[in-house]
């Protein structure tokens, strides 16, 4: 199974600001999928942004963007303009066996405190 | 339809009780997943299902029995729990790529408490 480590048990952040969210992972894959999920108090787990490893470029959805270092097994997660909403528990994670229907296997988790 | 919905979202049961947990998509999804999540812990793999087959079992006891009827449902049966199994039961589902790609779509939950 893949390890993922996260080492931030807490952030926290002022609204409108940045604030980024790190992770590192083992995999012994050449090509795997990296996610991030938030889950907020309504507990439902919910995708944040994924990364394929072979692409170089980092992936980006709206204020949300991953910086992936693949030699360095780091897969962060930057928040830009941090909004109320965004307050929640954030996991990274990596498949569960490297590939297939297998799962994910599911870092410690960051909760995020987002001060008005 | 892109849920996955679970229910019921909170149950009480006493050690002696059976009851069952019920997940269900309507997104195609041929694979399917239950985790256990307690409190301030992530969640952890028990069971996949991939076209309607278990495929993986965590070692989970015997006292929690899934079940797959058919490709839009899931089914948690317990039996004889612990007080240490109260905890947030999550379903997701998924395809089945090959890749890894598999994004996971999860349910609400359901919370379970045995006294």
């Known amino acids: 199974a893949q390890t993922v480590t996260q080492s931030q048990p807490e952030m926290s952040v002022q609204e409108a600001e940045t604030v980024t969210l790190s992770c590192t992972y083992d995999?012994?894959?050449?090509?795997?999928?990296l996610f991030w999920y938030k889950q907020p108090p309504s507990r439902q787990m919910i995708l944040v942004i994924r990364?394929?490893?072979?692409?170089?470029q980092n992936a980006t959805e709206n204020r949300f963007s991953v910086n992936f270092q693949k030699a360095a097994k780091s897969f962060s997660l930057k928040i830009s303009d941090s909004q109320l909403g965004d307050a929640a528990m954030y996991f990274c994670a990596s498949p569960h066996s490297g590939g297939g229907a297998d799962g994910l296997t599911f870092g410690k988790g960051t909760h995020l405190i987002i001060q008005p | 339809d892109t849920e996955v919905t679970q229910t019921p979202k909170h149950l009480v049961m006493g050690m002696t009780n059976k009851k069952s947990l019920k997940c269900e998509q309507h997104?195609?999804?041929?694979?399917m997943y239950w985790y256990k999540q307690k409190a301030k812990k992530p969640p952890e793999l028990m069971f996949v299902?991939?076209?309607?087959?278990?495929?993986i079992n965590e070692s989970v006891p015997s006292r929690f029995s899934p079940e797959c009827p058919n490709s839009s449902l899931l089914n948690l049966h317990l039996h004889a729990l612990q007080p240490e199994d109260s905890a947030l039961y999550l379903c997701a589902s998924s395809r089945t790529f090959i890749s890894g790609a598999n994004v996971l779509t999860f349910g609400a939950g359901s919370r379970l408490t045995v006294l």
């Open positions: 997104m195609g999804h041929r694979a």
């Open positions: 299902y991939s076209y309607e087959k278990l495929s």
């Open positions: 995999t012994s894959e050449s090509d795997y999928y």
């Open positions: 990364q394929e490893a072979y692409k170089q």
